[in-house]
Structure formats: structure tokens, C-alpha cells
């Protein structure tokens, strides 16, 4: 009699935890100059950002999104940004520690 009561519930809680989808941003987004963004699932990120004069730089840390607001903690600070994406283009402006403001049109590749 208890298996008869439970197993519905059961059921219920697999098809509701099976039907999440996925953040969007997971996966690997790269331009044509060398920018790259890893977004993972466990709100890491790991990313190549190459600043105006050609200089690349390495970042790695958290992410953490609310809504259209997205902010990546860095080992100096916080780049906090809005993004959009639309279709396969991911929209979004980074912040250097020098407060150098890269306009980044992402595509996604992985």
C-alpha cells in the first residue's frame, strides 16, 4: 500500500527535475580576435579577453547571473555587465582592471 503512494510522487519529482533546461550561456563563446568565455555549470567561468592595444589576459573565477545582469568576480574585481543573446550571438561588454570598456560580440562554438 505505501509503494502504491509513493510511487506517483516519485514519478512526479523525476519528470519536474528532468524538464529543467539548461542556462543558455553554458559552453564556449569566441570572437574572431582571440576573445574566449567558458561559462560551466558550476557558475565557473574561464575566459581570454584581449584589450585594445592587442594584449590578452587570462581570467578565471565565479559568474553569477541575475536576469539581463551578469557579473564574473575576477582576482582584482568584480566586471559586472548586461547581456543579451540572440540567436547564436552572445552581446556583452567587459571591464579591464585599467576600467577599459571591450565590446564583445560572441559566438558560440562548444
Known amino acids: 500500500m505505501y509503494i502504491k ?4 510522487v516519485l514519478a512526479l519529482v523525476l519528470l519536474i527535475a528532468g524538464c529543467t533546461a539548461p542556462s543558455p ?4 563563446w569566441t570572437d574572431n580576435k582571440g576573445n ?3 561559462f560551466i555549470a558550476d557558475n565557473t567561468y ?4 584581449v584589450d585594445s592595444v592587442g594584449v ?3 581570467y578565471n573565477g565565479d ?3 541575475l536576469v539581463n545582469a551578469l557579473s564574473f568576480v575576477t582576482e582584482t ?7 543579451d543573446i540572440r540567436g547564436n550571438m ?3 561588454t567587459w571591464v579591464t582592471a585599467e576600467l577599459d570598456e571591450i565590446n564583445l560580440t560572441l559566438y558560440k562554438t562548444a
Not at 25 to 28: A, E, I, R
Request: charged share 10%; hydrophobic share 40%.
Open 25 to 28: 550561456l553554458y559552453g564556449t
Open 90 to 92: 552572445l552581446y556583452l
Open 46 to 49: 574561464t575566459a581570454k579577453i
Open 36 to 38: 574566449q568565455i567558458t
Open 63 to 65: 559568474y553569477n547571473v
Open 77 to 83: 574585481t568584480t566586471v559586472v555587465t548586461e547581456w
Open 56 to 58: 590578452s589576459t587570462m
Open 5 to 8: 503512494r509513493i510511487f506517483p
